[in-house]
């Protein structure tokens, strides 16, 4: 397996450990930082050590809180459409929902369609959650975005979303 990589690391051009010197002007823009860190991973896991950080004295997490955004879209969802639409496994899905039922924020009904099936509905203190959450967002917005421009952070959304698209198409997600 490692020669594997070694060997795609070679063929893309990249080097397959990092050598301590780099040449930041010769090497193609990428998203490793000078000491190799993960700059897009590094800036959302951040984000979300601040934002659960946050949402702590909720009992929430900012994953939970995702549930509960698809909801306020679309109340009633299946627990197998929510999975999809989070794109993670049912059984995350159904842990995630075990906690959000626990403290009140979601309720679990039979789908008078599908007998076999639940439909997950966010409870008025889960849609209050949704709330706290976009506020929470902002905040963390606020502190991600000190010192940044309007014009730089408005380009910067530009290029992101066209990143984000080229990835999203490539791996035949909507």
Known sequence: MGSDL????????????????????AAP????TE??????QEIARFRSIIFDAKLSSYDSTMSQGWVLVHLWREN????????????IATVTTSKLIDRLESGGFVERRDDPADRRS????????????VKVMTSIVYEVDEIANSGISKSELARTM?????????????????
């Open 29 to 32: 823009i990428q998203s490793l």
């Open 6 to 25: 070694t060997a795609q690391a070679a063929s893309s051009g990249h080097a397959s450990e990092p050598t301590g010197k780099t040449d930041r002007a």
């Open 118 to 129: 639940k439909r997950v509905f966010a409870t008025s203190e889960g849609l209050n959650l």
């Open 158 to 174: 530009t290029v992101l979303m066209k990143m984000r698209d080229n990835l999203r198409d490539r791996n035949g997600r909507k």
């Open 35 to 40: 000491d190799y860190r993960p700059i897009f």
């Open 76 to 87: 009633g969802l299946r627990q197998s459409d929510l999975a999809e639409r989070l794109d």
